[in-house]
C-alpha cells in the first residue's frame, strides 16, 4: 500500500492506524498534529482511524507562542 506523507511516498506492508504508523516512523510525540486528504484527524482518533491507499497524510508540529 502506498501512501504520501508530508509529500513523500511510502509503502506500507499492511494496514495501520494512524498512531501505529506514526509510531513507525518514530512521529509520535506529543504536539504532533496531521491532516489526512486535508481533514484535520483528532489524536482521539488517531487509534482508530485506519490509513488507507492512496491516502495524502499532512504531519506537523504545533508551535506555541504569543
Given at each position: 500500500?502506498?501512501?504520501?506523507?508530508?509529500?513523500?511516498?511510502?509503502?506500507?506492508e499492511?494496514?495501520?492506524?494512524?498512531?501505529?504508523?506514526?509510531?513507525?516512523?518514530?512521529?509520535?510525540?506529543?504536539?504532533?498534529?496531521?491532516?489526512i486528504n486535508?481533514?484535520?484527524?483528532?489524536?482521539?482518533?488517531?487509534?482508530?482511524?485506519?490509513?488507507?491507499?492512496?491516502?495524502?497524510?499532512?504531519?506537523?508540529?504545533?508551535?506555541?507562542?504569543?
Open positions: 500500500m502506498i501512501v504520501t506523507i508530508n509529500d513523500q511516498q511510502m509503502e506500507l499492511a494496514p495501520l492506524t494512524v498512531q501505529e504508523l506514526l509510531i513507525k516512523i518514530d512521529r509520535h510525540q506529543l504536539g504532533t498534529a496531521l491532516a486535508e481533514v484535520l484527524i483528532p489524536r482521539p482518533h488517531w487509534v482508530e482511524r485506519t490509513v488507507c491507499e492512496g491516502d495524502n497524510i499532512l504531519l506537523f508540529q504545533s508551535i506555541a507562542g504569543g
